[in-house]
């Protein structure tokens, strides 16, 4: 039936009854508004709750694709018929697949060949006792106290039996528990993929919406404070992923000049540690230690020197400019990002926390300045 119109019946002089249109008053209006916005946040948390698992991925995801963003416009504006399609989408996240795989796949390989050596290593400690390492007796000092350490408890086989026999339950548990985080961290990439792929694919429409859903709800602001976010984005991937892998090829040649132990393995840890400020001088440590046990002191002093030189420009030269610059973040804001982000959300706060800092600086600097600003 069609809609009617509210109305309501008085009667006229001449008896009969007239037709009066009756307008919603302004407080139902408001009280329509209200529901109605209590409904969308009802809606929007169960959805949110819904897919709560799933959300390291999709910021994953989104992430990449702000990192890789320039990138790509630029081959849709080289390869407009494959951008038109699903082509160009499909080569991008399959290339940023390859850069996680790969790694991780010569990381993998490489571990399960070392893995069969200590097997081996430790079935003959087990039979024979592990022999005090010839290292030892050229340390400058406490030689004499390692050895008598090592002789007394490692060098009989029964004491290396007893040793490996207790660690044997906890090695399995810790390798269910790993192999479970295993399993858990690989599904998040899957999805990451592919959010990664369909945010390339429908890019320029997620864009679009995000800027006429910002405008509506904060104004032309919220789209500065958006940008901000974006730019903190691109500099932390230069400053973090960029200057880290930089780091572990540099690293990595001087691992293979020093007769470092697998240097490329090594390179590769000491480029995923250097995204962390300050965690790539452990595994600069434990190469320099590894290279000192091959009784090369020299190559390993020189080793580890190189490494905090490296590290030390790389940490208070570099990053600060390439992550801070384009947002005008300070370097203290940009290390409590990091930092606090790395320890709130894990890897995925590396991103998140200098972000979070680079739109809470631009919210200070419009408090702090222009019309709002206090004149002393």
């Known amino acids: 039936m069609p809609h009617m119109p509210d109305t309501t019946s008085q009667p006229t002089v001449s008896g009969h009854p007239r037709c009066i249109l009756v307008k919603p008053s302004q407080r139902s209006r408001k009280g329509q508004e209200t529901a109605r916005n209590v409904l969308a946040i009802f809606i929007f948390a169960v959805a949110l709750y819904t897919i709560h698992g799933f959300l390291p991925a999709l910021v994953w995801g989104g992430v990449f ?3 890789t963003w320039p990138l790509y416009t630029r081959a849709q504006a080289a390869w407009p018929k494959a ?3 699903s082509a160009l989408p499909f080569l991008f996240t399959a290339a940023m697949a390859l850069i996680f795989v790969i790694p991780l796949m010569l990381i993998t390989l490489e571990a399960v060949g070392e893995a069969q050596s200590a097997l081996s290593w430790l079935e003959d400690a087990r039979k024979n006792g592990v022999p005090v390492p010839d290292a030892l007796s050229r340390l400058p000092f406490g030689s ?17 039996s007893s040793l490996t026999g207790a660690l044997d339950s906890k090695g399995m548990a810790i390798t269910k528990a790993l192999g479970s985080q295993i399993a858990h961290r690989g599904t998040l990439f899957c999805f990451s993929i592919v959010t990664l792929f369909f945010l390339y694919k429908d890019g320029t429409s997620v864009i ?6 910002s405008r509506r709800a904060f104004g032309k602001r919220g789209e500065t404070i958006a940008r901000q976010i974006v730019a903190s984005v691109h500099g932390t991937v230069l400053g973090l992923v960029l200057v880290g892998i930089g780091e572990g090829v540099l690293m990595g040649i001087v691992y293979t000049l ?5 240097p490329a393995l090594f ?5 995923v540690a250097a995204m962390i400020p300050f965690c790539a001088m452990i595994a600069v440590s434990l190469v320099s230690l590894l290279i000192l046990a091959k009784a090369a002191s020299l190559a390993g002093i020189v080793t580890f020197c190189i490494g905090a030189v490296v590290i030390f420009v790389a940490d208070h030269f570099i990053r600060p400019v390439l992550i801070g610059g384009s947002t005008q973040l300070p ?3 940009v290390l409590l990002g990091i930092l606090g982000g790395a320890e709130t959300w894990g890897l995925l706060g590396l991103f998140v926390g200098p972000a979070a800092m680079a739109a809470l600086n631009l919210l200070w600097r419009r408090w702090t300045s222009g019309n709002n600003a206090i004149k002393a």
């Not at 004499?144 to 290396?160: R, Y």
């Not at 679009?208 to 859903?213: K, W």
């Open 144 to 160: 004499q106290t390692l050895i008598n350490w090592w002789q007394a408890h490692l060098s009989n086989p029964e004491d290396v």
């Open 208 to 213: 679009r919406q995000c800027r006429i859903a």
């Open 331 to 333: 370097f203290l804001w």
């Open 258 to 262: 020093a007769g470092a132990p697998h």
């Open 65 to 67: 694709a702000i990192a």
């Open 83 to 85: 951008a038109n399609g």
């Open 267 to 271: 390179g590769v840890i000491t480029a």
